[in-house]
């Protein structure tokens, strides 16, 4: 229950509504309570109507025998037999325990003259009248309860979604995603139970247990310590079996999210998949995963299953005893207990039979929602790595870049990427490093753009630590374009403009054409408008590559970061955005991260990285002058040329 703290700052949020539903509970009860007491006197009224009717038929000849000179009128019905004073003791001795309502209707009902026939019918529409009423309470309760969980729900996933997004990389490259969507999706659902049918149904079933207990104990005491005394070996299953509830739903918890990753990574690899011919392989880890939760979940509806039969057999336990020590005490005459004390505890014991049922179901959703809670507040008490400074410092670049003497280890692999990397960009300079897979290249963007901070050393844009600066101002002043393409299910259009605060068709057009997809796009029948699929499915590697490049190229700020975004490209698509950058990088600082050597290109300087450290700098020809590491990937890349071109001969 402890878990289930986190959710308490949404019901004060929803206050009100949570307390109106718990007014209209009370009242929805109160109404219902008063049943019992009404059908108790109409019993009582029967009873005494039938025997008085036996008393005049039987007393008038026996009078008459015994005393034959007697000449008394006899009375014409079984009311008339009765006295005013008679009948005055009976209905106070009634209603002596009844509520207020209840006492003030049986008064008026027999101050009037009306029959007896009459008087029944009068209660039987105030019967209707009261479930009518208890009915339309109970309308509102849910109307209350259950839409203010709806709005719980609403904002739980709101604040799972806002703190995903704070969330660094690192996180995610330790959590599948298969896991992050069943926590908001499943979990925040097992939630939403307990913050709206559990709540209600707890609310009615302690009402309508504190309502009945409260006239059963005032009309015989005695008797209702009797019939409820199976309510405490109730209690002691419930705490037992929670137990095993809480344990087993945690547990199936976590498989539903290894099953969730396992559809979620099929899906998207589909392609793969098929190409290997691996369905059937698929399908066979799936089914092993889902048979495992199968098998948990079915041992923990078996759990489950123990309460109802319980509820029922203790509440059938309780009906017995009320009728066999209620009858009991009618017969001797003992505690005043008579036909309709019997039957208005029947009805309060029928009336107790769901509130007392779904104590387990409400301690069932209880439990579950601890142990989802218990999942949610995992991630939602987990800090971003890569947060704010107190004071964060917001102003506009430059351009001017240095890193001196950055160390990083990745924390997840322990991977050395970079041992002591120091480089000066000023602005406007246009620098290309290059170097093998896996020698640091990428890990450079990713520390210029904050999203993991190095181990040791710093890095200064316009001579400001970036962890000084505004994170959201930091990453919004630089372009990046990474070299693993994510493209949204969304039209061209709106995958370029990706990043702007505001639509421009003049500049996602501009954009795709320094992209040099431009006229690609215009060939499609929808043309920008294009919707592209998951991913961007309906799209070739280069195609997509482009788009990419263009969203990059779209924001226009003074830094400018391409990782390694041309290697889909053929030849002479190459040269053309070759072509377009050069005109588009015109007094921009740009970072040119790549494994390719672009000798198109004049750029200011060229960085040679071999395991996370430089080994070479200097201009395309200082470089080959060298005759080092740069002039032996430079011979690779131009023989992987001519032996390309002489395949295609």
Not at 28 to 56: A, C, K, M, W
Not at 165 to 191: A, C, I, P
Not at 433 to 462: E, V, W
Request: with cysteine.
């Amino acid at each position: 229950m402890n878990h289930l703290k986190a959710v308490n700052k949404y019901f004060w949020r929803y206050r009100w509504r949570f307390l109106l539903g718990i007014l209209f509970v009370i009242l929805s009860n109160y109404f219902r309570i008063l049943s019992p007491q009404v059908t108790g006197y109409v019993v009582n009224s029967v009873e005494r109507e039938l025997r008085d009717s036996i008393i005049h038929k039987t007393t008038p000849a026996n009078a008459t025998a015994a005393h034959p000179a007697a000449t008394a009128p006899v009375p014409q019905t079984a009311a008339e037999a009765r006295t005013a004073a008679t009948q005055l003791q009976d209905d106070k001795k009634d209603t002596a325990n009844y509520d207020i309502l209840v006492k003030k209707f049986i008064r008026t009902l027999n101050t009037g003259r009306a029959s007896f026939g009459k008087k029944i019918a009068i209660c039987g529409i105030t019967l209707l009248l009261l479930a009518l009423i208890g009915g339309f309470f109970m309308f509102l309760m849910r109307q209350t309860i259950i839409v203010m969980s709806r709005h719980i729900e609403f904002d739980q996933k709101n604040e799972i979604y806002a703190h995903y997004q704070q969330l660094d990389t690192n996180f995610y490259k330790t959590h599948s995603t298969g896991d992050l969507m069943n926590r908001m999706s499943e979990d925040v659902s097992r939630v939403r139970m307990y913050t709206g049918p559990a709540i209600m149904y707890l609310a009615n079933l302690l009402v309508t247990i504190g309502f009945s207990l409260f006239f059963m104990l005032r009309k015989d005491a005695l008797l209702t310590l009797y019939v409820l005394t199976p309510l405490p070996l109730l209690a002691l299953t419930i705490y037992y079996v929670n137990t095993i509830i809480h344990r087993r739903s945690e547990r199936i918890q976590a498989l539903l999210s290894n099953l969730t990753t396992n559809a979620q990574e099929s899906y998207s690899g589909i392609r793969v998949i098929k190409s290997f011919v691996q369905e059937r392989a698929m399908l066979r880890y799936f089914s092993r995963n889902s048979e495992e939760y199968r098998k948990n979940a079915v041992n923990l509806a078996k759990v489950e299953s123990i309460y109802f039969p319980s509820m029922g057999l203790m509440i059938g336990l309780s009906t017995l005893l009320t009728i066999m020590i209620g009858g009991i005490y009618t017969i001797y005459g003992r505690h005043n207990t008579d036909i309709g004390t019997i039957t208005e505890f029947v009805i309060y014991i029928t009336m107790l039979t769901f509130p007392v049922s779904a104590i387990g179901w409400v301690a069932s959703m209880v439990q579950r929602a601890s142990a989802s809670q218990k999942r949610l507040n995992e991630f939602l008490d987990t800090p971003s790595q890569i947060q704010d400074p107190p004071n964060p410092i917001k102003k506009t670049y430059e351009g001017n870049i240095s890193f001196q003497g950055v160390d990083f280890t990745y924390p997840n692999t322990g991977i050395h990427a970079l041992k002591d990397f120091t480089l000066d960009i000023k602005k406007g300079e246009k620098v290309v490093i290059i170097g093998r897979t896996g020698s640091g290249k990428t890990t450079i963007a990713q520390l210029l753009l904050r999203m993991y901070d190095p181990n040791h050393g710093r890095i200064l844009i316009d001579g400001t630590d970036i962890r000084q600066l505004d994170l959201r101002d930091l990453r919004r002043q630089i372009s990046y374009t990474p070299q693993d393409v994510f493209l949204f299910s969304d039209t061209i259009s709106g995958n370029i403009q990706f990043g702007l605060d505001q639509p421009d068709k003049e500049r996602v057009q501009r954009a795709a054409r320094y992209a040099s997809v431009d006229k690609e796009i215009e060939g499609f029948t929808e043309r920008y408008d294009t919707v592209i699929g998951e991913r961007g499915v309906t799209l070739s590697g280069g195609q997509k590559q482009r788009i990419s490049i263009a969203r990059g190229l779209i924001k226009d700020p003074e830094i400018v970061v391409f990782d390694d975004c041309l290697s889909a490209v053929d030849a002479k698509t190459e040269k053309e955005i070759l072509a377009n950058l050069y005109q588009y990088l015109e007094h921009k600082t740009a970072l040119i991260i790549t494994h390719r050597i672009f000798s198109l290109l004049d750029f200011d300087r060229i960085v040679v990285l071999e395991e996370g450290r430089i080994v070479e700098t200097g201009t395309h020809a200082e470089l080959l002058a060298l005759n080092g590491y740069y002039t032996y990937l430079y011979e690779q890349q131009q023989q992987e040329k001519e032996n390309g071109q002489s395949w295609q001969k």
